[in-house]
């Protein structure tokens, strides 16, 4: 299967400050080590960037800015979204589909909402996916800790069977691409 890597929404906002998601430098870390392996086997890398009207995600303002330390390249292919779903009213579809691409990696932020919301879409589209297990995270809610809910995430989507493409769980250092 052709591979593609999506890192998702792995901008300042959400990796400094009030709203940085838990471990976001070793996130960071895993997912450079993803891309490194992508890369050295010419698989496609799409950054992806969400936008509001509000200031935090404002385009162009600090907080939407990609976080320091993340490896992107000119290169790579940049996709701006403004819902949760990474697919929905961009040209990511487009994007895949013009690669050949039939199988997705995903890892980025957050593991309840852009990361979840995208990955049940790519299976809905037909797209197995590898999800990197300890590549994504989020920030603490009312009920859990960020830890349990990325955990959640990981199980909760490694048990969906209903699209006939699966979510197969695995730690950034399992990852590999065939050159």
């Not at 993340?70 to 779903?85: C, E, G, N």
């Given at each position: 299967m052709?591979?593609?890597v999506l890192v998702i929404d792995v901008q300042r906002a959400l990796c400094e400050g009030q709203f940085a998601a838990f471990e976001a430098d070793?996130?960071?870390?895993?997912?450079?080590?993803?891309?490194a392996k992508a890369r050295a086997a010419s698989v496609p890398?799409?950054?992806?960037?969400?936008?509001?009207?509000?200031?935090?995600?404002?385009?162009?303002?600090d907080g939407w800015m990609l976080a320091e330390g993340?490896?992107?390249?000119?290169?790579?292919?940049?996709?701006?979204?403004?819902?949760?779903?990474?697919?929905?009213k961009t040209d990511l579809q487009a994007v895949l589909q013009a690669s050949r691409i039939?199988?997705?990696i995903i890892c980025g932020l957050q593991s309840d909402f852009c990361v979840d919301t995208t990955t049940r879409r790519a299976l809905g589209l037909g797209y197995p996916v590898i999800l990197v297990s300890d590549a994504h995270s989020t920030?603490?809610?009312?009920?859990l800790?960020?830890?349990?809910i990325s955990k959640h995430h990981n199980v909760t989507l490694a048990n969906i069977t209903s699209f006939g493409p699966r979510v197969i769980l695995k730690l950034a250092s399992q990852v590999q691409f065939s050159p």
């Open positions: 052709t591979p593609a070793r996130v960071i870390a895993r997912i450079n080590e993803v891309l890398i799409v950054v992806i960037q969400h936008e509001s009207q509000d200031n935090l995600f404002k385009y162009g303002t993340l490896q992107v390249l000119p290169s790579d292919i940049y996709i701006r979204k403004t819902a949760t779903d990474s697919f929905h039939e199988e997705l920030t603490d809610n009312e009920v800790t960020a830890a349990q």
